[in-house]
């Protein structure tokens, strides 16, 4: 939440700086400013979107070769011109952006009103700045790392932060804790970001700062790290595998659009080189140096939050059903302060697109306390949950910067599948013949995808057809429950229909009441196992008059007789179900919200990664 980037070398910053507020407006954007010294210090910011800044620095002098920008997601303070960031100290010599919460802010506020100061803003950011002039004020000569490194002592909370100063168009100092950080390191130019998208263009040399580094960039002197003690670091500078066309929309209309139509492609990458069904082998190199410990756990944990939860909900079923290992699934946020009873013989599995979600960092870095083994399964390379955990694997699904989150979902299936099916077979779980030919309908899941996505227009007609709905209900069992959950989500998030997703056979305890001629009902009808009772939750609905809705599998003829629409997906083992019927409700979900005019990649009050708890 927040995007942060800031530039010092021989270009121009501004455009830089735009471009990098562009790319990292997925994380908010709900107001943004930049600061730019040029002789002047030229500070300007705005509610709403980073196009609205823009439309503001029409014609102001922004030259200058150094400067930084916000894009802000709301937490101390309500979105407005005022509370944007940047924020300047009292004397409006020194100005900051940052990402995170200052959760002491309010006795740090206290004790610099008593001081004399006074603010503009409700933010918890500005405190921040005027405790650093403060701190210059007793001693004059201090440097302004100095000055914030003594700061960041006082403060409890996350920050990602960048300072400028009037007077020093030479020097960015830039610090993080909780809160992501990269340094990108050009020729004779330097960058600080919440992500490496805006610095992709320019370099692919990067650092991660840790948690309690600050870094002070001097633009003909370089740059040096000091954790919050004043010790020195040299962390590796490392080289990223990024390309720009993966931060663009490719002729689609939408980036949610474009994810959902790349997941043949990112659902193979999860596979690649991990899976080979001629050959009769699956393995994922992060497992196989643990084995040991996931055959002998006595129980396996999963925590996440929001989608990644539900993708966590159906690798309970997988490693329950597959592997016989007894498992729990835990919103990260409860997980954490629930004083949960954790032993070494755990094996805690933290799921994750952005590997930044606060609830989810705080929760596996409270279970480490305790001696499980912690297992990531992460998007974004070089992240925080990787570095937290003993081991993982990366999903390789590629930048997703659609706030809904869709092919990282199903790269994430893919993984936790894989993992299913790995320690179901070593535990001799699974039959030599079952195990096959999961691995080869695994293989085939992408050509299989590619397929519903070719459905696209029929699922635009039925969403034409409920586009007006002002709630929707999605019904599944066994390993499609939660993937009524996960439509119902896509659907509320980006269309703003309240949608509740419930397993089948619930229905009948309490959400059928609500059922009438205007209630769409989703349901997810594929599963084998449970065929006539979801035809008499189907015929339940009907009984009320509900818009059935159905996810079938090719050739169900019986099931498309009795609703009133349904979209058929190929056969598949039903432990790989998940992996395509989740593909319909991601395309059912895009183009109500388009029909109904939602700002489909960057819905209201959201943000892509969640980094405050
Ligand atoms: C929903 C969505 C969110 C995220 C959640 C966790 O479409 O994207 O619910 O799944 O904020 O984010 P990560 O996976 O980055 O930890």
Not at 167 to 183: R, T
Request: glycine content about 8%; hydrophobic content about 40%.
């Amino acid at each position: 939440m927040c995007g942060i980037v800031a530039y010092v070398g021989d270009r121009e910053a501004y455009p830089i700086i735009i471009d990098g507020l562009r790319r990292l407006e997925y994380r908010g954007y709900d107001s943004a400013g930049v600061s730019i010294i040029n002789g002047s210090f030229n500070n300007y910011k705005k509610q709403g979107k980073v196009s609205d800044l823009e439309q503001l620095l029409e014609g102001k002098d922004l030259h200058g070769t150094i400067g930084m920008g916000h894009t802000r997601w709301a937490t101390h303070g309500v979105p407005n011109d005022v509370n944007a960031h940047p924020h300047l100290s009292g004397d409006g010599n020194l100005s900051i952006i940052h990402n995170g919460i200052i959760e002491n802010y309010a006795s740090l506020k206290q004790a610099l009103e008593n001081l004399g100061h006074t603010f503009k803003s409700d933010t918890d950011t500005e405190v921040l700045i005027h405790l650093i002039e403060e701190i210059r004020k007793g001693e004059k000569d201090l440097s302004l790392e100095e000055a914030t490194r003594q700061a960041l002592q006082k403060v409890d909370g996350a920050y990602a932060i960048v300072i400028l100063e009037k007077d020093n168009p030479d020097k960015i100092v830039g610090a993080k804790k909780s809160s992501p950080l990269v340094l990108g390191i050009g020729d004779g130019e330097y960058f600080l970001a919440s992500d490496a998208s805006p610095m992709v263009k320019y370099t692919d040399k990067v650092i991660y700062l840790e948690d309690e580094e600050i870094v002070t960039i001097e633009r003909d002197k370089g740059y040096q790290i000091r954790t919050i003690e004043n010790k020195v670091t040299n962390p590796k500078v490392l080289q990223i595998d990024l390309k720009i066309e993966e931060l663009e929309k490719g002729g689609y209309d939408h980036f949610m659009l474009k994810e959902i139509y790349q997941q043949p492609v990112t659902i193979a990458e999860s596979m690649r080189g991990r899976i080979n069904a001629a050959e009769g082998w699956c393995k994922l190199g992060g497992m196989e140096l643990h084995m040991n410990r996931f055959l002998n756990a006595k129980r396996i944990i999963l925590t996440a939050c929001g989608t990644s939860w539900h993708a966590a909900m159906i690798a309970e079923y997988l490693f329950e059903d597959l592997a016989r290992i007894p498992t729990e699934v835990e919103y990260a946020s409860e997980f954490r302060y629930r004083n949960p009873i954790i032993t070494p013989d755990d094996v805690i599995i933290a799921i994750s697109q952005s590997g930044e979600t606060a609830d989810t960092l705080a929760a596996i870095k409270s279970a480490k306390t305790k001696g499980a083994f912690l297992y990531g399964i992460v998007n974004n390379v070089g992240s925080s949950i990787p570095r937290e955990t003993h081991s993982g694997s990366y999903t390789h699904a590629g930048p997703e910067i659609g706030v809904a989150s869709t092919k990282a979902f199903t790269s994430q299936l893919t993984v936790l599948t894989m993992m299913a099916i790995i320690l179901g077979y070593q535990k001799g779980k699974i039959s030599e013949d079952y195990y096959h030919r999961l691995l080869s309908e695994l293989e085939s899941i992408p050509a299989q995808v590619a397929k519903i996505l070719n459905k696209s227009e029929q699922i635009k007609y039925i969403a034409g057809e409920v586009r007006n709905a002002s709630n929707a209900l999605y019904l599944g069992r066994g390993y499609n429950f939660p993937i009524a959950l996960e439509g119902a989500l896509k659907l509320k998030e980006i269309s703003y229909i309240h949608a509740e997703g419930y397993p089948a056979a619930e229905m009948k305890h309490g959400p059928i009441a609500l059922i009438d001629m205007y209630m769409p009902v989703v349901i997810i009808a594929t599963n084998e196992s449970a065929r006539e009772k979801i035809i008499s939750n189907i015929q339940e609905v009907k009984a009320r008059k509900g818009i059935v809705i159905a996810i079938i599998t090719e050739g169900d003829d019986k099931i498309k007789e009795m609703a009133d629409f349904s979209i058929e997906i190929p056969m598949i083992e039903e432990p790989l179900s998940p992996l395509l019927s989740v593909i319909p409700l991601q395309i059912l979900s895009y183009h109500i919200a388009v029909m109904r005019g939602c700002h489909v990649d960057q819905p209201r009050n959201l943000a892509k990664s969640v980094t405050v708890e």
